[in-house]
């Protein structure tokens, strides 16, 4: 079997998955019953609740989550749809397309599988991570994506997305220090521990998406021929994750009346932003 091959069995799987998961998050999801409890630190959190597949987990995770299943089947499912289509035609943006969703994977459904409480999606998500990872490394090897600063028009947005990701990376790396340097110093856990032993989505973040996003920034800056490949890769990713992430913060206005106004403008902000580089990409890439 081809390593084509591998790559087409691999998207197909990941498709099925995504919809799998998302339709039994979704579809089994009865909205939850919250309720308060004490966590072992002795503070008081509030529980998802009732018979779903987040009934176990803080109301915040779940709702996040929930932004999840429904960005996937909106905006996920059909992306990647279309990279394998577009693939299928030779397209050099359709495997771009189909690596981002790839990553995307590998991220999200790690941080579900090592920080979520246990559910029945368990070996589902678990798939999900192995499935982009795996997916991700054959597609970061094609010929094609190692030549592409070779296929970008002149319209490509290099310095704004390059400034882009070197601010989005700062910001990031901010917004967790600040919760994460004061508990160290006064040795009270951050609130947004909730329920929950380690701060997994913080430390992936700082070790992996944070550096990548700057590295990325800097080389694309540069113009050296890795910067291309990670800065799409990561707008792509980014954009799928902002919208998820603006979905979750809808539920949790309309829904609980929680969070403040800033929780919502600037996951939607950070959308248009990302979908705008996408949109500018998808029209930037040549496949001669």
Not at 108 to 133: D, E, H, K, P, Q
Request: with cysteine; proline share 2%; glycine share 8%.
């Amino acid at each position: 079997m081809s390593k084509s091959q591998i790559i087409f069995g691999l998207s197909i799987l990941a498709a099925i998955l995504i919809l799998f998961s998302s339709a039994a998050g979704i579809g089994l999801d009865d909205g939850g019953k919250t309720y308060t409890a004490s966590n072992f630190r002795g503070d008081d959190v509030r529980i998802y609740g009732s018979d779903g597949i987040y009934r176990n987990d803080s109301v915040q995770k779940a709702v996040l989550f929930r932004g999840f299943d429904w960005a996937n089947l909106v905006i996920s499912l059909p992306v990647l749809l279309w990279g394998i289509v577009a693939s299928k035609k030779n397209r050099l943006i359709g495997k771009m397309a189909v690596a981002s969703v790839f990553c995307y994977l590998a991220y999200n459904y790690l941080i579900g599988a090592m920080g979520n409480a246990f559910n029945n999606l368990f070996l589902v998500w678990t798939a999900l991570f192995s499935v982009g990872l795996f997916g991700l490394a054959l597609l970061l090897t094609e010929k094609e994506l190692t030549s592409l600063s070779t296929k970008i028009g002149r319209n490509f947005p290099r310095k704004s997305l390059s400034v882009y990701l070197i601010i989005l990376g700062l910001f990031l790396m901010s917004q967790y220090l600040m919760q994460i340097i004061p508990a160290m110093l006064t040795g009270k856990a951050p609130l947004s521990l909730e329920i929950y032993t380690t701060l997994e989505l913080a430390a992936l973040e700082l070790g992996i998406m944070i550096p990548l996003h700057l590295a990325g920034g800097l080389m694309l800056w540069k113009n050296q021929p890795a910067g291309y490949v990670l800065s799409i890769l990561l707008t792509f990713t980014a954009m799928m994750t902002f919208i998820s992430l603006s979905v979750a913060a809808l539920i949790f206005r309309t829904q609980y009346a929680s969070g403040v106004f800033m929780d919502l403008f600037v996951p939607i902000v950070l959308s248009f932003i990302t979908i705008g580089f996408s949109v500018s990409i998808i029209k930037n890439i040549r496949d001669v």
